[in-house]
T-cell receptor
Framework: KQEVTQIPAALSVPEGENLVLNCSFT??????LQWFRQDPGKGLTSLLL?????REQTSGRLNASLDKSSGRSTLYIAASQPGDSATYLC??????????FGKGTSLLVTP | DTAVSQTPKYLVTQMGNDKSIKCEQN?????MYWYKQDSKKFLKIMFS???????INETVPNRFSPKSPDKAHLNLHINSLELGDSAVYFC???????????FGQGTRLTVV
């Protein structure tokens, strides 16, 4: 059974720092991997989607990488801002199923 | 325009009641989902429909019944509500079962 783990569970950094969020999954037979952001009391916002055949995706200050063989993905946030404070969720999709989520990393960026 | 919208946003009800949560998407997607986020913030799939056909039905109590009147709507009806049903329920949609998913803002259900 697929298990998705996110490390760290919580992270606090000063504004301006570059940071890395980690996601690992136990079964490498995934179709794609998606990173989301969840603000308190809000829904999920899709940040980046990486197909299983891709190595990375970039959107603005965000860069997500995927190493399917080792079961790992990282989300890199450059020059963090207080507005980046949120919970970041990693989810993997296996063919014929639905997104399987990690428990998230709660990020706080302090001014 | 909200892409995936759920109503209501908040729902407080007594144990034993029956309630429904509605979801609509205006993205023209074929696939819709219901997820449950528990008190520990863990998100788990409950149901998925593709072209109005049920394709995923996780191990949830049969008090939960999804209904898809058309491809743009997926409603969730819950009978005989229990305290343990308290959670945030998210609706989502994707073009096909293997493409990017978009989520609604969630419905916070509190059973008292």
């Amino acid at each position: 059974k697929q298990e998705v783990t996110q490390i760290p569970a919580a992270l606090s950094v000063p504004e301006g720092e570059n940071l890395v969020l980690n996601c690992s999954f136990t079964d490498s037979a995934i179709y794609n991997l998606q990173w989301f952001r969840q603000d308190p009391g809000k829904g999920l916002t899709s940040l980046l989607l990486i197909q299983s055949s891709q190595r990375e995706q970039t959107s603005g200050r965000l860069n997500a990488s995927l190493d399917k063989s080792s079961g790992r993905s990282t989300l890199y946030i450059a020059a963090s801002q207080p507005g980046d404070s949120a919970t970041y969720l990693c989810a993997v999709l296996e063919t014929g199923y639905a997104l399987n989520f990690g428990k998230g990393t709660s990020l706080l960026v302090t001014p | 325009d909200t892409a995936v919208s759920q109503t209501p946003k908040y729902l407080v009800t007594q144990m034993g009641n029956d309630k429904s949560i509605k979801c609509e998407q205006n993205l023209g997607h074929d696939t819709m989902y219901w997820y449950k986020q528990d008190s520990k913030k863990f998100l788990k799939i409950m149901f998925s429909y593709n072209n109005k056909e049920l394709i995923i039905n996780e191990t949830v109590p049969n008090r939960f019944s999804p209904k898809s009147p058309d491809k743009a709507h997926l409603n969730l009806h819950i009978n005989s509500l229990e305290l343990g049903d308290s959670a945030v329920y998210f609706c989502a949609s994707s073009q096909t079962p293997n493409t990017e998913a978009f989520f609604g803002q969630g419905t916070r259900l509190t059973v008292v």
